[in-house]
């Protein structure tokens, strides 16, 4: 019982991180990142709302990363939800003061980066399966034994191009962000020495049925 509340809270935290990190890259204000161009030229295209262009894009992830032989459990869903709240409280409490020189601007965005690169490192080490966009990551380090890094570079610049041939606004931070998610989530598993391929996930038979760990 104890080992699950620490892997709750581990969870708990990383949702956290992962939505403060996202907040801190919005307001670094010099581009949308990657995943954001795609919701908001889909958006554009559809006239669906962005949040909700977010859940069918997550869901439509969560399809192939089932495909590609990768778990879904309480961590997926709490992704895909929790992050958002939390973003939105973030923004509502204004804590986070607006860069008003381009060196702060971008020294915000890399520190979002790495925020969100520790947000991921704490879900998926709770071992309720990653969200779905780390899920992807992970399983193409799988299917290729590409390192970590390079392969969430890919996930990030397809994005990017989606995003971009739909309209979605690029900006400086966007290239920064595909260039630097994949480094920052690298460095700080490293230093972590943490292998996101070797955590044994839970899907949500196991954790809410067969009353593992």
């Given at each position: 019982m104890k080992q699950y509340a620490i892997r709750f809270v581990n969870l708990l935290a990383g949702n956290i991180l992962f939505a403060l990190g996202i907040v801190l890259t919005l307001r670094a204000n010099i581009g949308y990142a990657p995943w954001d161009v795609l919701h908001a030229g889909l958006s554009q295209k559809t006239g669906l709302s962005f949040g909700l262009i977010s859940i069918i894009v997550g869901l439509l992830i969560n399809v192939?990363?089932?495909i590609l032989g990768e778990?879904?459990?309480l961590g997926t869903l709490s992704n895909m939800v929790l992050v958002g709240l939390f973003i939105d409280a973030i923004l509502t409490l204004n804590i986070i003061p607006l860069p008003t020189q381009l060196p702060f601007n971008i020294l915000m965005l890399i520190g979002g980066l790495f925020v969100i690169s520790l947000g991921s490192y704490y879900y998926i080490k709770s071992a309720f399966c990653a969200g779905p966009r780390d899920s992807l990551m992970?399983?193409?380090v799988r299917k290729?034994?590409?390192?970590?890094?390079?392969c969430r570079s890919l996930v990030e610049l397809t994005a990017f191009i989606g995003g971009w041939?739909?309209?979605g606004m690029v900006g400086a931070g966007t290239v920064i962000s595909v260039i630097g998610i994949g480094f920052c989530i690298q460095v700080t598993f490293m230093l972590l020495r943490f292998d996101p391929t070797?955590?044994?996930?839970e899907t949500f038979l196991d954790t809410f049925f067969k009353g593992k760990k």
């Open positions: 192939i990363v089932l778990k879904i459990g992970v399983a193409l290729t034994r590409l390192p970590i890094g390079i041939l739909l309209g070797k955590v044994k996930h």
